[in-house]
């Protein structure tokens, strides 16, 4: 017979462990799906224009050339206008031997208000000139953004690089581990030679050692990115190149630099600089200011009527007749930082041209090697590693010309990925100098 009570002691601890296994599968649950975005933004591939996003949008260097700006505006605003007018407050001939406020006529409590005016247009051209100084602050934060991009641009295909060859070497070794292990079974039964094994196990050693050298590479090129994203630079990058493979001509990318930033900034100085010369011209003229004033009087005339009080007007004139000298070396140093100012932005012109006309010839010839290695270095390398293991495997060649053969094909696949990285990059560099749209 089956009792009820007889059932307790063994569904109660069924039930127990049921639970518990419950809630270890609960938390185990809980658990992935915390960890879920964490690993499963670390495994989204980074992509360049998700760099270039985030390095136009939180650049510090910009963010510091857009707020000098703002405060050279801000400086302007206060230079165009009139200095504080003062307050001035007297007690004038008051008489000390004796007598009170109203013992003398000329004994009176005045109050005035005076207002000075600065030389000429000084205030208007100041202001020109901070609004100059601004707009250079300005096109050098443009500028600054520009080059970041093209930096980060090319750190993202630095890490692209070493990713691929990371692949392509790690691809290759099962290979040549392979090839190894033929040389060695060959060598046991007679019928190859030591040095076969030996050449085999060299080659082996020396990809290993490759390897670890691209992952020191990697990890160095992950640090410059890093520089521009942070964190982000530790995810892996997008298996695919920009499709980058055409840019303007010479000549229209020649009239385009005109544009460049760099040189809308010097311009921008050499306007400053003309203000400045416009402001030690000004020099010469006099300040001057008006002066307001109302004095009150106490006591009565002998006639018995009450003292009149005062009203003053005066005004000043600075004379700047005895100062020509400063003035006239204030117009001259003006003047030769506009000359120099000037003599920078031509200076910065020629060595932009030169870079352009020199990066140009780079792009041209990094596009005549690839079509070179698309159409026959990469068939050729690969064709002469496949001969030469047939010829090995026919006992019609040697074990050291199959190993040349395959590391020659390996060092040929990753040129051909360092051509394609370079002209990426010089395409970056090119976009800097000719404004080219991303």
Known sequence: ???????????????????????CCLALVAGALVMLPVTGLAAIPLTLAEVEDQVLAADP????????????LERGVVASQLPDPMLR???NNYPIQSGDFATEGMTNAAIGLMQTFPAGKSRSINERRFQWLASEMQENAEAR??????????????????????????????????LATISRSLYAVGR??????????????????????????????????GEWIGLEASRPVAPKLPAWNQVPALDAMQAELQQHPVLRAAQAQIDAQAAAVDLANERSKPNWALDLGYSYRDGYQPTGESRSDFVS????????FFRKKSIDSNLSAALQDRSAA????????????????????????????LDIYDTRVLTLSSSNAEASLLAYQSDQGDFANVMRAYVDDLNTRLDHIRLQVEQAQSYAVLANLGGLPR
Request: no cysteine; net charge positive; glycine share 6%.
């Open 1 to 23: 017979m089956f009792f009820p009570t007889g059932q307790w002691p063994v569904v109660q601890p069924v039930r127990r462990a049921f639970a518990a296994a419950s809630l």
């Open 61 to 72: 260097g910009q963010q510091a050339l857009q707020a000098k700006a703002a405060a050279l």
């Open 89 to 91: 407050v007297a007690l």
């Open 145 to 178: 953004g520009r080059n970041v991009l093209a930096a980060a641009r090319q750190a993202w295909l630095e890490v692209y690089y070493w990713e691929q060859a990371h692949r392509l070497v790690s691809e290759s070794r099962p290979f040549f581990d392979g």
């Open 192 to 225: 190859k030679n030591q040095q076969d094994v030996l050449r085999a196990e060299l080659e082996l050693s020396r990809l290993d050692d490759r390897l670890i050298e691209i992952e020191r590479q990697r990890s160095r090129a992950r640090a410059m990115l």
């Open 313 to 320: 007007v005066g005004v000043t004139v600075g004379l700047p």
């Open 342 to 369: 000037e003599a920078t932005r031509e200076q910065t012109l020629r060595g932009l041209g030169s870079q352009l006309a020199a990066e140009y010839a780079r792009w041209n010839d990094l596009a005549r090697r």
